[in-house]
Nanobody, 127 residues
């Protein structure tokens, strides 16, 4: 059974940090690029970050660049999102996703490119 399970969300004060984890199971995690997306109440889903399956290539949305860092540990089938200097507009449900790719350098900001999705974890940033 394919699973992506996010964890690490919660309530944090503005300026604080949170580290999200996303554990994959039931598929060849190391053959998949990973993506992070978020959705705030009343807003559309927003791309946050993407990481190639090798971990060598990454991209970030302008809104999080310089504050968030995406990494992965393929030995543990896990991708991480380190979020620093959080601001209230970072409040959202954060979703991880996986996209099968032949390229070790491929990544994408398009939700349609991803095959598997987690259930999401809530991050709330208080002012």
């Amino acid at each position: 059974q394919v699973q992506l399970v996010e964890s690490g969300g919660g309530l944090v004060q503005a300026g604080g940090s949170v580290r999200l984890s996303c554990a994959g199971a039931g598929f060849g995690f190391s053959n998949y690029a990973a993506g992070w997306f978020r959705q705030a109440p009343g807003k559309e889903q927003e791309f946050v970050s993407s990481l190639s399956k090798s971990g060598s290539m990454s991209m970030y949305s302008d809104s999080v660049k310089g504050r968030f860092t995406v990494t992965r540990d393929n030995a543990k089938n896990t991708v991480f999102l380190e979020m620093n200097n959080l601001i209230p507009t970072d409040t959202a449900v954060y979703y991880c996703a996986a996209a099968r790719t032949a390229s070790s350098r491929w990544y994408s900001s398009a939700p349609s490119a991803y095959h598997f999705w987690g259930q999401g974890t809530q991050v709330t940033v208080s002012s």
